[in-house]
């Protein structure tokens, strides 16, 4: 059964900081990117970050770069992001993402989302 489970959302003040984990079991980790999504009240899901199944590239929105790092751990099966710098614009729920790379291609599983509030 697959699994994406995040956890580390909070409630945090305006340049305080959250690191976001992303616990992945039923699926082979190391052969799929990995993506962190947001979704705010009334608004579209945005791509947050995004991770290479080896780790080697990422990407990052216009809006959280130089604050937010994305990075994984391929022998936990867990993604992280670690939010810095945290501003009342980044609340949203956050949502891991993994798409299935190479003999996996096709499949894309979602979590549940975890709620990240900034607010003093």
């Known amino acids: 059964q697959v699994q994406l489970v995040e956890s580390g959302g909070g409630l945090v003040q305006p340049g305080g900081s959250l690191r976001l984990s992303c616990a992945a079991s039923?699926?082979?980790?190391?052969?799929?990117?990995m993506n962190w999504y947001r979704q705010a009240p009334g608004k579209e899901r945005e791509l947050v970050a995004r991770?290479?199944?080896?780790?080697?590239?990422?990407n990052y929105a216009d809006s959280v770069k130089g604050r937010f790092t994305i990075f994984r751990d391929n022998a936990k099966n867990t993604v992280y992001l670690q939010m810095n710098s945290l501003k009342s614009e980044d609340t949203a729920v956050y949502y891991c993402?993994?798409?299935?790379?190479?003999?996996?291609?096709?499949?894309?599983?979602w979590g549940q989302g975890t709620q990240v509030t900034v607010s003093s």
């Open positions: 991770i290479s199944n080896t780790g080697g590239s990422r």
């Open positions: 039923g699926f082979t980790f190391s052969r799929y990117a």
């Open positions: 993402n993994a798409v299935g790379l190479g003999t996996d291609l096709g499949y894309d599983y």
